[in-house]
């Protein structure tokens, strides 16, 4: 699993950067979708905003239908922006999405960190 390069929650946010992003196809995933959840649980925030410079996820359609679930297992109402700068989207991220909203969780990808904070409607700290 790759760890969180850091974490911290601002602003109404949990703002998660990577050196490299998740990889959901890896046996590890449950333990990235935990963590987050535990550190939702701790600051009761329903806003997440993951940032990495690298983007590959890996997914089949397995695979995104199990992160859509446990995506979607964290809080009530979660929203979570990823942000990464090379992200094209394709069908199976869009099915993880949908996997996602249909059991209440919204998530979207972007290509900057400044469209998936707007998207959240959260503003940078001073």
Excluded at 54 to 60: A, I, Q, S, T, V
Excluded at 84 to 101: G, M, N, R, W
Aim: aromatic letters at 14%; glycine letters at 8%; one cysteine or more.
């Amino acid at each position: 699993m790759r760890d969180f390069s850091s974490s911290r929650f601002q602003n109404g946010y949990l703002h998660i950067v990577q050196q490299n992003g998740p990889e959901f196809a890896s046996d590890d995933v449950a333990e990235f979708w935990d963590e987050i959840s535990r550190t939702c649980q701790k600051y009761g925030c329903t806003k997440v905003l993951i940032e990495s410079r690298e983007f590959n996820p890996g997914l089949d359609t397995a695979g995104a239908f199990d992160s859509g679930v446990s995506a979607s297992q964290i809080a009530r109402g979660l929203m979570i922006a990823f942000c990464f700068v090379s992200y094209e989207p394709d069908d199976i991220l869009d099915f993880f999405k949908t996997v996602a909203l249909n059991r209440g969780t919204r998530i979207e990808f972007f290509d900057s960190v400044e469209a998936g904070m707007e998207w959240l409607g959260v503003a940078e700290s001073a």
